[in-house]
Every structure is written in structure tokens, then in C-alpha cells.
């Protein structure tokens, strides 16, 4: 069987986490440029709102249901060495995506007023009554016609990416994103201030980053010697096959997704700022996400994908319990970290400009909230992977959903005393319901189980972890002293405090008998 070498999974990883993390520090200065314009005010409640609906659309669509589905069926037919059946496929399927998202496109410009009024219902109740807040429904309904395209031109990027990844080329598409993200600071910082509606710049610098990225990609695929001849073809064999998987897939994959679409609906009726607060308390924890699960579950699928678990069970557990081990060695500390330095990392990034130290507490409330849930996202992430590579999408759907509805019961229970903190901690919350319910699935289908090793592996990350994080928020300066500090200083303390809470997790783990070897492929 033709596999790739452990060492070789591992490297890719490493690849793409570096990619990634270029990419997510560009990320990061593109928030920093967006908080110092819009802050927490009207315009970037309306901005966020605008650039959310399509990104949702771009997960259910794109990256991760797409991917899912594309890669097993594109991993057999390029094992099969028959260039006419994959190109065949690569055609049918990327005109027959292209083709529905260019109507779903299409659809959102033209009823975009439909769509913030579905996802901000209370800023339709307040445009139907009159009320002050109604100038937010008006222009959430123009922005989102703006940033709509974007969702096309990300889906192809999508397809290119998934080919690159099937290829073993993972670094061009781990840095693909860099590329909008640098579009945007660039309009933040040198187009925006010499316009009166910076939020309306800001939507159509995310279309054209949008287009960038596509273009970026393109050189590489014709140097696989794969050219692409779109054509719609809904029956043909693969895009059935894809498009089967796909469908549940896109339910199983976007529940946080979901979860953060509901949430934005019922911030909508809170006060100005609440969907600022979350959005940028979800940029924070998306850090260490787009990092380490992201990497890893994009590594793992092909490799798991190409295991036939009916031959070579044990390959396939290892491999799995890899990335399951991986994805919390670095998760753990990240959790724990944010925790205990949540309003520094908060003041360093974001507090200039029109965004305050107000500001900065009102986001730690929601950070504290949702990285509570960080390690089960990233689990999840990795796990789905694992049902996908056996092309079974129909019980991470099956965890989603019921995920999704415990999202929306906790919702309910906790917005009213905790406000938009209740919002973020159920998205925290669901997530760990769904990652219960995929563990106990993989366990009931006599797939993988979580073995003695893995759960004192576990244990002692979370000690090392809890250790770091109890030292950091003693040494830390209280948050007055933050506030004084000019941001030049306030970085480095905080580089200071990263680098000493990584010597002490690195040394607690190899203490506790954590080594390298145990996460090696």
C-alpha cells in the first residue's frame, strides 16, 4: 500500500503550522488595523455582521465540507494512476460547486436584506419600529451585497487548495490567507481614512482579497500539469459521491460555525459593541485554532484517507491518536495562557485608536467565556477528520445537530443574566457536547477508543498547563499597570510572560514524563 512515511505527516505538519502561523499573525495585524478604525462602535458591529454571513457560507460551501467530502474521493481516483478519470473529476466538480455558489451568490446580493434580517433579527424589530438602532439593519443589508462575492471566489480557492493538498503540497494553501489578510491591512491603514464610511472600504477590500487568493493558487496547479475545464455535471459518478458525503458534511463540520451565526442573531438584540466583543474575543481563540487543529486535521485527512481500516486498523488508530495528542499538547497551554493573560493580550493587540481600555475588559469577559472551549474545538476538528476518512458523514452530523441545539437551549438559559458572556460560553459549551458525542461514536463503532496512555497523557498536559497559567497570572502585572504601559512595552512584557509560561509548561511536561517521542510519526 503506498502511504506516506510518519516522518513525512509530521513534517507536513509542521509546514502548514508555519504557514498557518504567518498567516494568523497577519490576521492578527489586520484586526489590530480594523479595532484601531471601527473600535467596538455601530460601524464595526455592522462590518463584523456583514463579513460573518459570508464566511459561514464559505465553511458549509468551501473549505471544511468540501474538503471532507473532495479529498477521500480524490485521494482513490489519483491512487487509481488514470489522469483522464481525475481530471474527469477535478472538471465535473469544480463546474458543478462553482456553478450552486455562483447562485447562492447571486441570491444573497440581491436578498441580502432578507438574510441580515433572518441573522439580525433584532435589528430588523428595530428597523420595523422605527427605532435608532434600525440604521444597522439598513446598512448591515448594503454591506452584506458588497462582501457577498467573496464567498465565490473563496470556494475556488477551496478546490485549488484541496487539489495542492492531495498533491502533498500543503504550503501554498496554508498561506493562501496571508494574502487577504494583507489586502485588508493595507486598506485599513492607506485607502479607508480618506473615505467616510471605512466599514464600506473594508467590504470591498475583502472582495478583492478574495480574488487574490485565487490567483495566487493558480500558477501551481498548471504546474502539477492540471488544467481545469469547469463543467456541470450533478450526476456524474465522483461529484455523487462527493456531493453525498458533502451534504451531511456540511452540517457536521460548521457547528461552531452555526453556533456563532446564532449567537450573532441574538447579540443583534443586545447593546452596541456585543457583536464587536464577540468578534473579537472569537479572533483570539481562532489564533491557536487556525495554528494547530487546522494544520493537523488538514495533514491527517489524506494521510487517514489512504488507510484502508479494514486491512490496517492499528495505522489507522495510531495515526488518529497522533493528531488527537498533538492537537492538546499544543492546545493546553494555549487555553491556559489566554486565561491567565486574557486583558494584556487583549490591551496589546487591540487598545489604540478607537478602541479603549473599556473596551479591552469588556472582550476579556467574552475571551474567558469561549477559550474555556477551546481544546474540545480543536479535538473536534481532528476527530471529524477521522470519520471522513472513512466516508462516514452522517454521525459528525448527527453530533452537530444535537451539538447545535444544546447551543441554542444554552443560549437561552444563560444570555439574560450573562449577556453576550452567556453567548460565548455556550458556543464553549456545545462544543463540548459534540466532541462527547464523537467519542463516544468512534467508541460504540469499535473504531478508536481513548486508551490508559493517551488519558495520562492527558492528564499531564492539563497539569502542566494549569501549573503555567497559576504562575503567569501571579507574576502578571495588574491590568492598571497594562493600561499605562505604551504599546511598545506592553508587547514586550507580554513576549516576556509567553516565553517564561513556555519554559515552564516544555519543563513540567518532560517532569511528568511528557517527551517528544510521544507525539512522534
Not at 169 to 175: R, S
Not at 355 to 376: K, R
Not at 476 to 504: H, N, Q, R
Amino acid at each position: 500500500m503506498n502511504t506516506k512515511p510518519k516522518s513525512r505527516l509530521l513534517r507536513s505538519g509542521a509546514v502548514t503550522a508555519f504557514a498557518t502561523f504567518l498567516s494568523r499573525i497577519l490576521g492578527m495585524l489586520r484586526d489590530i488595523a480594523i479595532a484601531s478604525i471601527l473600535g467596538a462602535s455601530l460601524s464595526a458591529d455592522v462590518y463584523f455582521f456583514a463579513n460573518r454571513i459570508p464566511n459561514f457560507f464559505r465553511r458549509l460551501f468551501a473549505e471544511g465540507a468540501f474538503s471532507q467530502a473532495f479529498v477521500p474521493v480524490m485521494s482513490k481516483t489519483k491512487e487509481l494512476n488514470d489522469k483522464k478519470k481525475l481530471d474527469d473529476l477535478l472538471n465535473k466538480t469544480t463546474g458543478t460547486l462553482a456553478t450552486i455558489v455562483l447562485g447562492v451568490t447571486l441570491v444573497g446580493m440581491l436578498g441580502s436584506p432578507i438574510f441580515t434580517a433572518i441573522f439580525g433579527w433584532g435589528w430588523f424589530q428595530s428597523y420595523l419600529n422605527g427605532d435608532s438602532d434600525s440604521i444597522k439593519f439598513v446598512e448591515a443589508s448594503y454591506l452584506l451585497k458588497i462582501t457577498f462575492p467573496y464567498l465565490f471566489f473563496i470556494t475556488l480557492t477551496a478546490i485549488t487548495s484541496a487539489i495542492l493538498n492531495v498533491h502533498g503540497k500543503f504550503l501554498i494553501p496554508a498561506i493562501t490567507p496571508c494574502v487577504l489578510n494583507i489586502t485588508l491591512i493595507t486598506t485599513a491603514y492607506l485607502v479607508a481614512p480618506y473615505f467616510k464610511d471605512a466599514n464600506e472600504v473594508l467590504a470591498y477590500g475583502m472582495v478583492v482579497g478574495g480574488v487574490l487568493q485565487l490567483l495566487l493558487q493558480i500558477p501551481f496547479i498548471i504546474k502539477l500539469k492540471i488544467f481545469i475545464i469547469p463543467k456541470f455535471d450533478w450526476h456524474h459518478e465522483g461529484v455523487t459521491k462527493i456531493r453525498k458525503l458533502m451534504l451531511p458534511a456540511i452540517v457536521g463540520i460548521s457547528a461552531s460555525q452555526i453556533n456563532l451565526i446564532v449567537n450573532t442573531a441574538l447579540a443583534s438584540f443586545l447593546a452596541t459593541g456585543a457583536i464587536s466583543y464577540l468578534y473579537y474575543s472569537d479572533r483570539l481563540l481562532e489564533f491557536p485554532i487556525g495554528i494547530f487543529a487546522v494544520a493537523i486535521s488538514t495533514v491527517i485527512l489524506p494521510a487517514l484517507s489512504k488507510i484502508d481500516i479494514e486491512v490496517n486498523k492499528d495505522k489507522y488508530v495510531k495515526t488518529l491518536e497522533w493528531g488527537i495528542k498533538l492537537v492538546l499538547l499544543l492546545g493546553i497551554p494555549s487555553m491556559c495562557g489566554i486565561i491567565a493573560l486574557k486583558e494584556p493580550i487583549i490591551r496589546t493587540i487591540f487598545m489604540r485608536g478607537a478602541f479603549t481600555s473599556e473596551h479591552v475588559l469588556l472582550s476579556s469577559a467574552s475571551l474567558l467565556a469561549s477559550i474555556s472551549g477551546l481544546c474540545a474545538i480543536m479535538l473536534v476538528r481532528v476527530l471529524v477528520q477521522g470519520f471522513a476518512a472513512i466516508e462516514d458523514t452522517k454521525t459528525p452530523v448527527r453530533c452537530s445537530l444535537i451539538a447545535i441545539f444544546s447551543n441554542i437551549v444554552f443560549n437561552l438559559i444563560l444570555v439574560w443574566p450573562l449577556d453576550y458572556v452567556g453567548l460565548a460560553l455556550s458556543t464553549a459549551l456545545a462544543a463540548f457536547v459534540n466532541l462527547s458525542l464523537l467519542f463516544y461514536f468512534l467508541h460504540k463503532k469499535s473504531i478508536y477508543t481513548l486508551s490508559l496512555s493517551t488519558i495520562l497523557f492527558i492528564v499531564k498536559a492539563l497539569l502542566a498547563g494549569a501549573l503555567m497559567g497559576v504562575v503567569l497570572k501571579y507574576l502578571a502585572p495588574e491590568f492598571d499597570a497594562w493600561v499605562k504601559m505604551t504599546t511598545f512595552e506592553a508587547a514586550c512584557y507580554l513576549a516576556l510572560f509567553v516565553s517564561i509560561g513556555s519554559v515552564i509548561y516544555a519543563a513540567t511536561c518532560l517532569l511528568l514524563g511528557i517527551k517528544p517521542s510521544s507525539i512522534k510519526m
